[in-house]
């Protein structure tokens, strides 16, 4: 029922702040675990980095969420270590561990060995992907691209894979701000470059994933994270809308907005009123159902999706989002529950739009 009604410009004309009949809708990691068709590629491929680098799966597994559901955008299924893992750095990921890199920046020798991934050659099985996939949408739903921002990149490189304190990361950033600052640098231009790159295969948006910004505080988010994320957003100019999302970062909305991005992403933890308040008109915003409450019965998954909705209130300017990724144990049909919500209240928002 929610795969019949779709428009194809809905998700690039929220974005723009333009007039929209209803507020269109995607969600985080929406081609993953929770969905068996995915969990049938991904055994197919064999592993989660062969389904990343085979461009006829990762296409697959980006229209599967398009098929069921009908949402307003794809996003390009890949993973956001995938420059780092070009840069050289041996990405490995291990069930139940996560990612983990055999070779970590520690130092500025590791530095000076980085250099920028030609993204038409050690990249182009992303490229291959987004140019496969836009021409099997066939116009009728718009493509993201995307990337890690520099700073969530860089603490995965410096830390090795995941980390709960970033003691490493926040101790190159302290003790070591030059080096730090040397490998931002070489992340921001490879991020910039590979950006370009998936623009110029077909992306239509890109998305900036910056997952462990919020970790450092309010000084340090601007000088080492938001500054290089305004250098990709300068870099992109007159190109494709690019937005940002930084986990944990509701307290920075008014200097992320001056980057010139054409939308946030809010996690959860920020009123979609309160933040529309804080940015005005100088920005879209994104998001940011908080993904419990699809584990909640469909009386609760509509009642949220309809507060979301009023917390931002009429008018153009709102894409529909959870406030981080979908997870794998949530059941398909509340995610219709929510898409059909979206569908079926949102017009009621845009009567003046």
């Known amino acids: 029922m929610a795969a019949a009604e779709t428009f194809p410009d809905l998700f690039l004309r929220a974005l723009r702040r333009e007039p929209v009949p209803r507020t269109p809708v995607w969600i985080m990691r929406q081609a993953g675990r929770y969905l068996p068709e995915y969990r049938a590629t991904r055994a197919q491929a064999g592993d989660f980095l062969t389904l990343c680098r085979t461009p006829e799966l ?47 920046i520690r130092s500025a020798a590791d530095v000076a060995r980085l250099g920028v991934p030609d993204p038409n050659s050690d990249l182009r099985y992303v490229m291959d992907a987004v140019r496969v996939t836009r021409a099997a949408l066939g116009g009728t739903t718009p493509l993201i691209g995307f990337a890690g921002s520099p700073w969530t990149l860089a603490s995965y490189a410096i830390e090795g894979g995941g980390s709960r304190d970033f003691k490493l990361a926040k101790g190159m950033l302290y003790g070591d701000p030059a080096t730090a600052h040397r490998l931002l640098d070489v992340l921001a231009e490879a991020v910039s470059v590979y950006l370009k790159a998936q623009i110029a295969a077909g992306a239509q948006a890109v998305m900036l994933f910056d997952t462990w910004g919020g970790v450092l505080s309010t000084a340090a988010y601007a000088e080492f994270s938001l500054r290089y994320m305004a250098r990709i957003v300068d870099d992109l100019a007159g190109t494709v809308p690019v937005i940002l999302f930084t986990k944990g970062g509701g307290a920075w909305l008014e200097m992320q907005a001056e980057t010139g991005a054409a939308a946030l992403g809010l996690d959860w933890t920020v009123s979609m009123g309160a933040a529309r308040a804080r940015v005005g008109d100088r920005v879209a915003l994104q998001g940011n159902l908080d993904p419990a409450i699809l584990l909640a019965p469909e009386a609760v998954i509509r009642a949220e999706v309809g507060r979301v909705l009023e917390s931002f209130g009429p008018g153009t300017g709102h894409v529909f989002n959870l406030g981080h990724g979908i997870t794998p144990d949530v059941d398909p049909t509340a995610v219709a529950v929510l898409v059909d919500a979206v569908r079926e209240l949102s017009p009621l928002h845009h ?3």
């Open 58 to 104: 990762a296409c697959e597994v980006t229209l599967q969420p398009i098929r069921r559901y009908g949402f307003d955008a794809a996003i390009i299924f890949s993973d956001i270590l995938t420059v780092p893992d070009a840069m050289g750095l041996g990405l490995k990921l291990d069930e139940g561990i996560g990612p983990r890199f055999d070779r970590p």
């Open 351 to 353: 009567r003046t739009a």
